[in-house]
């Protein structure tokens, strides 16, 4: 039993690990200090920036530190003087070495945004999709040197609608993850310690996404192409090639899951729910298009300045 707040550090990057940082801040729990990511180029621009986390860190006046080395040993002995009960990693980036997992009293939590086994790795959001999966969710699992291998302390289901796709399913579960941390600290606090090992027989991963596999296959069926389409909307976005140049593509629907109609890309009518172009099997919509160095524009409103019905795309 503990009567107080959690001495922690919080690890993270990226605009998912935000709510889990508010949450714990709202908590009341006290962080010692804040990780995260080197500032980066980022956008069209490069413009040098700092991350999400950083900023509201920042704003909260928690002290940042931005590592270049994790196994620098005036690090850890920095990371030692601040005597964590508990580290938390949401979406840090980086494994963690041996010599940092081994210093908070309590141990390591990670929020991880699949029902693991399942998709372990750096990308489980998009493959859930790209897979066609029903529900997916978020699991706090107790951080070990091997990737997403560690024990589970608690998981929730989420589904998963036929509306979303990687942008709406990222801020679902960002949310889901951190009320699941928040109970779990509390949890903890009541001396409530969780420890149930993974089944190795049901592991698959998910692998970060190659820009390769981006490029959209229209042999794919009407079910597996809007699988790809919805994992990778609104970013880094699915694409085809028309005339030579990027075109990607956003906001898919099945239209129909059967049959042949036409050359798989052929693009066949404009649809109340958007472009309809043909598959290996079935056909599928999508919402709106943005050419290669264009705004994202809606199927009707692209079709004005790019005669794109009967043809194919690449």
Not at 143 to 149: A, P
Not at 161 to 190: C, H, I, K, P
Request: with cysteine.
């Amino acid at each position: 039993m503990k009567s107080g707040p959690w001495r922690l550090i919080f690890m993270g990057t990226p605009q998912f690990a935000l709510p889990c940082l508010e949450a714990i801040l709202a908590a009341g729990e006290e962080v010692a200090a804040v990780v995260t990511q080197p500032d980066r180029p980022r956008g069209r621009g490069q413009v040098v920036t700092a991350s999400p986390v950083k900023e509201l860190a920042l704003a909260w006046n928690l002290p940042v530190l931005q590592p270049q080395r994790l196994k620098d040993p005036e690090l850890i002995s920095h990371f030692e003087a601040l005597a964590p009960e508990i580290m938390i990693v949401v979406a840090y980036g980086r494994i963690l070495p041996r010599e940092i997992l081994a210093l908070p009293s309590v141990g390591v939590l990670n929020v991880h945004a699949s029902l693991l086994p399942r998709y372990r790795g750096a990308a489980p959001i998009n493959w859930a999709l790209i897979r066609g999966e029903k529900e997916t969710g978020v699991t706090i699992q107790w951080l070990r040197y091997e990737v997403d291998s560690g024990p589970i302390f608690l998981q929730e289901r989420v589904p998963i609608t036929a509306a979303d796709n990687f942008g709406t399913l990222y801020d679902r579960l960002a949310e889901r993850g951190a009320a699941l941390l928040v109970q779990s600290l509390e949890m903890l606090r009541r001396g409530e310690s969780v420890k149930l090992e993974q089944d190795a027989a049901a592991v698959t991963l998910a692998p970060p996404i190659a820009r390769e596999m981006r490029r959209l296959l229209w042999e794919l069926s009407a079910l597996e192409a809007a699988g790809w389409i919805r994992g990778l909307d609104p970013r880094p976005g699915a694409y085809t090639l028309w005339k030579g140049r990027g075109l990607r593509l956003f906001g898919a629907r099945v239209k129909k899951s059967q049959g042949s109609l036409g050359d798989p890309g052929t693009v066949l009518r404009l649809t109340p729910q958007g472009l309809e172009i043909a598959c290996g099997l079935g056909s599928v919509t999508v919402e709106a298009l943005q050419l290669a160095g264009h705004k994202r524009l809606l199927a009707a409103d692209f079709l004005r300045g790019q005669p794109l019905i009967g043809q194919r795309l690449e």
